[in-house]
């Protein structure tokens, strides 16, 4: 099963936004932000930008309760209109997620709620949500297995990956690929795809999010050097 | 979650600092706090921090056909949520009624205001108008709620540029005021507006000229305190509107001028709780390798080949459906008829439905009771001293029955129908 995708590496920061190949976009991120919730984070991709409030471990209702961990709840709000289905269906992706690897047996008959504010959406979304998810329970302090943090390929339709799309790029893309990943092995926690893909163009995107995630967990590590070291 | 409730210490501490002209972030009783305005890459999308109250404003705009009775108006839309994030408190279904005030409030000010010539909008008479569509989300709410929520609208409503023409409006700004017996506060902070009695809201434009007034909370006051407050909101919006305009100048020189624009600017780079990476590329130059080796691991998926069956038009089977799992039935007619009754015709409510797989059987435990008109009918005697059988559900007449009262109800059911 030879694949004939072709994926171009670019070496050094390039001055146009726009490079295709395998870069990721200028990251930037703010911890407790807000007064109110327990925790808070405002993760920046590009233009592309989310703000997430955590409020946990706290009260559960009773027809919500688990009796031996804490029940996880995720809301999406988009910018413009209503919430709707599509919302819904990343609600889950990301609650799925998060179930995975949040120490919920610590907290039995408890609430985490983790509420999402998109700010600003420009190309790999979900992405985005699942990393500003991830530093809004690191600032608020709950106990997790491992750290994830989300990564969004592009095939566009002669076979070239694209990590990190930008608006423009996902829309003219063959297909669309979100893959979470954990950060102790680099295993898979959760993907969604939208397209056509053969199998070895699923793995090659696989591999490819997995390299990305490097860079990803090295920008958390150093976030969170930078807040908490003595220097 | 339940909102945390204000002890009774901290009320009267505050009530008293209050008598003595002090407030809790050491504030002058007509103080504002800081206003903190933020432009997004788009057109229309700002963010407001009055404090520690954060409003994210989004404006959009379609183009719709104009209401019936106003042909030549476009339609200006306000809404405002209140994000769950913004306080525990704020739950889907449990803030109505502040969300309601709010909404109107808003909606009121604004339109009553004509800060939008809204026949300006209007593109064909009658057929197409502008829709303008501002969303407005509350993120953290540390009090003044409507004033930031405002502040958020007006500033959206500047910056948003419609297709062809660019929207300028008068601004409005209003100015909440907290009456606290005889004290008045200005801009009240969260914990000042749940010692409050009741709150004032004026709206004022730039040309001193009041807009919307609104009283709620009950609270009496002289018309000399009123005078005094409108003449506190029309200083006030004088300073406010100045902010609006230096941020908007700002924002525009930066774009023209080709420079960075956006949130990510506005992330102060000095505070440890922030941090930055540039573009950074990732070497992806041995995924194809990796790729190859997981493929050449991984077994073959297997061999599935589905052959439907066609019952009707419509309606197909795959699968031989799994044997009944509810256990030995006492009875053996009813094994019977249970067996038999994979392929029979589950009347339900009247519609018959061809269903082929046996596991639908134990759907239709969950079917609603339907008044059964099948032959099969039997009388059960119930007898206090033996044990109740458990009757089974009878998959021709799609009957839910697990106690014996059902069967009772069965019973009496079936009198009705025989007389």
Redesign the interface.
């Known amino acids: 099963m030879q694949s004939d995708a072709k994926i171009r590496t670019e070496y050094g920061t390039d001055s146009s936004p726009q490079s295709p190949g395998c870069s990721l976009r200028h990251f930037a991120c703010e911890q407790n932000l807000l007064s109110r919730p327990d925790g808070s984070a405002s993760f920046l991709q590009g233009d592309t930008s989310v703000l997430a409030g955590v409020y946990g471990p706290a009260e559960v209702k009773v027809s919500k309760e688990i009796f031996n961990k804490a029940t996880l709840e995720v809301i999406l709000r988009p910018k413009i209109g209503l919430p709707g289905v599509a919302e819904k269906s990343r609600e889950r992706l990301i609650r799925n997620t998060c179930e995975a690897v949040v120490l919920g047996a610590l907290h039995p008959r408890t609430s985490i709620t983790i509420v999402l504010q998109v700010i600003s959406d420009a190309g790999s979304l979900m992405a985005c949500c699942l990393n500003a998810t991830c530093m809004a329970l690191v600032d608020a302090g709950v106990p997790m297995q491992a750290l994830f943090c989300g990564v969004t390929c592009a095939l566009d339709s002669d076979g070239t990956l694209v990590l990190d799309p930008t608006a423009k790029q996902e829309k003219e893309a063959r297909a669309v690929l979100t893959f979470a990943l954990d950060s102790v092995d680099q295993k898979l926690l959760m993907s969604t795809t939208k397209g056509l893909y053969s199998n070895a163009e699923l793995q090659q995107c696989l591999a490819a999010a997995q390299a990305a995630s490097q860079h990803v967990f090295r920008f958390y590590r150093e976030s969170l050097q930078r807040r908490y070291s003595k220097s | 979650?339940?909102e945390t409730p204000l002890s009774n210490c901290e009320r009267r501490f505050l009530l008293r600092a209050i008598e003595e002209r002090k407030r809790l972030d050491g504030r002058q009783t007509y103080d504002y706090r800081n206003i903190k305005i933020s432009f997004?890459?788009?057109y229309g999308?700002c963010?407001v921090e009055l404090g520690?109250t954060?409003v994210?404003g989004?404006v959009?705009c379609e183009l719709v056909s104009p209401k019936l009775n106003r042909a030549t108006e476009g339609i200006l839309f306000f809404n405002l949520?209140l994000?769950?994030?913004?306080?525990?408190a704020f739950e889907p279904g449990r803030q109505s009624d502040l969300l309601v005030k709010l909404n109107r409030l808003l909606e009121r000010c604004l339109r009553n205001s004509k800060c939008i010539d809204t026949e300006s909008l209007c593109v064909v008479a009658g057929e197409k108008v502008w829709q303008i569509?501002v969303?407005l989300?509350l993120?953290?709410?540390?009090g003044n709620i409507i004033d930031a929520a405002s502040i958020a609208a007006i500033v959206a409503l500047c910056h948003f540029r419609r297709p062809d023409v660019s929207v300028q409006g008068d601004e409005v700004t209003l100015v909440h005021l907290t009456p606290f017996r005889t004290f008045l506060l200005v801009d009240p902070s969260e914990r000042e507006e749940r010692v409050m009695d009741g709150l004032l809201v004026i709206a004022v434009n730039k040309h001193r000229e009041i807009c919307t007034i609104q009283s709620s909370g009950g609270i009496m006051l002289l018309n000399e305190q009123v005078l005094r407050c409108s003449k506190i909101a029309g200083v006030k919006v004088a300073e406010i509107t100045e902010l609006i305009q230096k941020a908007l100048e700002n924002d525009q020189k930066v774009r023209k001028e080709g420079g960075k624009f956006?949130?990510?600017e506005s992330?102060a780079k000095q505070?440890?709780?922030?941090?930055?990476?540039?573009?950074?590329?990732?070497?992806?130059?041995?995924?194809?390798e990796?790729?190859?080796e997981?493929?050449a691991e991984a077994e073959p998926p297997p061999d599935v080949v589905s052959k439907p069956v066609l019952w009707t038009p419509g309606t197909a089977q795959i699968g031989e459906g799994v044997e009944n799992s509810w256990g030995d039935l006492e009875d053996s007619e009813k094994e019977d008829e249970d067996e038999g009754g994979s392929d029979e015709a589950i009347i339900f409510k009247g519609v018959r439905m061809d269903v082929g797989m046996e596991v639908s059987n134990t759907g239709s435990q969950e079917a609603p009771i339907v008044l059964s008109d099948s032959e099969e009918e039997e009388t059960i005697i119930l007898e206090p001293d033996k044990n109740p059988k458990k009757i089974r559900t009878q998959t021709i007449s799609a009957k839910q029955e697990k106690a014996p009262s059902k069967t009772a109800a069965k019973k009496r059911k079936k009198k009705r129908t025989a007389n």
């Not at chain 2, 994000?83 to 525990?88: G, H, N, T």
């Not at chain 2, 993120?139 to 540390?142: C, K, S, V």
Request: charge should be negative; hydrophobic fraction near 40%.
């Open positions: 979650m339940k997004g890459t788009d999308c963010i520690k954060r994210l989004q959009s949520e994000s769950q994030m913004a306080a525990p569509r969303d989300h993120l953290n709410h540390d956006g949130f990510a992330i505070r440890i709780t922030a941090f930055k990476m540039e573009e950074a590329p990732v070497d992806t130059s041995d995924v194809e990796k790729a190859e997981i493929l």
